[in-house]
């Protein structure tokens, strides 16, 4: 396990960029490039890599291939062509991201194709996506040139490698994580989504799924209308398309969204009731949170239960999260008992727990139905 270098806790940027990892990528650019001194580039760009967060490594690595390779893009672009190692394996369908180390064609082809090489540099992301996904680098590419690049993407749609065609989907996605904002309009890319979702590979589809999750935040209707058309159109197996609409509305049925919950099964007006909503014992932090309750209702009904935590602030300014917590059947003669333990880990990289007023909120079918408040202590 890679870790810091005080010796303690993982660290992502030393797992993907070390002298193994960067061994293989100067083995593999002295095999493809005539002359490419793979022990000259190991001493540069090791001792360089400790100060560096892990996407400035990246830079920091392409600077390195970078003093090797010819100075005019045409001839770069072709010792990296020559550089790439073997397509990722076509036979998987899904997570199958590839290696970090082989960004260097897409950071090089921003720095240097984006201006005066546009077409050999798209060429370049095209073979380059099939080794490590290049989302991040398509992206300056829509921002300098959005409708050649648009129609690029209109013939990789239909590219016989599933990496390319995902990479339609991911590298437009409007709050891409990491990546740098495009400015196109949201709403553009639902043609190549309507080609996607029928794709046969879930690596395709779940980036559809989020790429509409992502669509959901700016414009919901939009989301559940083209939902809806695609089960209308039935490209897609009923099974998969079920699961692309569940992921897709994740957010909106966070946010208790009638359209959405709609779309999946769910009334938000089922006659649905939670009795004995409890607590047990005093909540702590590095602790759980135990409660239970039971839902009754006088009709049947399918359920989806949620529940949000609100938590305490020193700045009075309380922060809520929604968390799933069952999907089920109800109804008369039918109660459904729930129970659960949620962990209130007290040393969170993301999440600071303070002791105070916290409040549980039980929502069903995106609607409210009970509320508890609790003291977590240290």
């Known amino acids: 396990m890679a870790r810091n270098t005080n010796g303690t806790g993982f660290s992502l940027k030393d797992e993907l960029f070390n002298d193994q990892s960067l061994g293989v990528l100067a083995a593999e650019y002295a095999a493809g490039v005539p002359g490419f001194d793979a022990d000259a580039f190991l001493a540069t760009v090791l001792p360089g890599l400790e100060p560096r ?78 080794r490590f996904s290049m989302e991040f680098y398509i992206r300056p590419f829509l921002n300098r040139w959005p409708e050649q690049t648009l129609a690029r993407l209109d013939q990789w749609a239909g590219d016989e490698n599933y990496h390319v065609r995902r990479l339609v989907s991911e590298g437009t996605r409007p709050k891409l994580p990491w990546a740098r904002n495009i400015d196109l309009d949201p709403l553009v890319p639902l043609r190549f989504l309507d080609r996607l979702h029928a794709d046969p590979t879930r ?23 083209r939902l809806t058309d695609w089960q209308g159109a039935a490209r897609q197996e009923q099974k998969e398309l079920d699961w692309i609409t569940r992921h897709s509305l994740r957010t909106l049925v966070k946010q208790g969204d009638s359209a959405a919950l709609s779309l999946l099964g769910y009334r938000t007006d089922a006659p649905v009731s939670v009795e004995g909503l409890r607590i047990d014992g005093q909540p702590r932090i590095g602790d759980a949170l135990s409660f239970s309750m039971t839902l009754t209702s006088t009709e049947k009904a399918p359920v989806l239960v949620d ?27 039918a109660p459904l008992t729930l129970t659960k333990r949620h962990p209130l880990k007290g040393n969170a990289s993301t999440f600071t727990l303070y002791p105070g007023p916290h409040v549980l909120t039980v929502q069903v079918n995106g609607r409210d139905v009970a509320e508890q408040t609790f003291d977590l202590i240290d």
Not at 80 to 107: C, Q, S, T, W, Y
Not at 311 to 316: A, D
């Open 53 to 130: 967060g892990l996407l400035e490594r990246l830079d920091w690595i392409a600077d390195c291939i970078e003093a090797q390779l010819s100075p005019d893009f045409n001839v770069m672009a072709d010792q990296l062509d020559a550089a790439m190692p073997p397509i990722l394996n076509p036979e998987k369908r899904d997570d199958d991201f590839g290696r970090f180390i082989h960004a260097v064609p897409g950071i090089l082809a921003v720095r240097h194709g984006l201006e005066h090489h546009r077409d050999r540099a798209l060429d370049l992301i095209h073979a380059a996506t099939k």
């Open 307 to 333: 529940y949000r935590l609100r938590f305490h602030r020193p700045s009075g300014r309380p922060s809520e999260k929604v968390f799933k917590l069952k999907q089920g059947q109800v109804g008369p003669g």
């Open 203 to 225: 690596y395709v589809t779940r980036s559809v799924a989020n790429h509409m999750n992502d669509i959901a935040k700016i414009a919901p209707d939009v989301v559940t209308s």
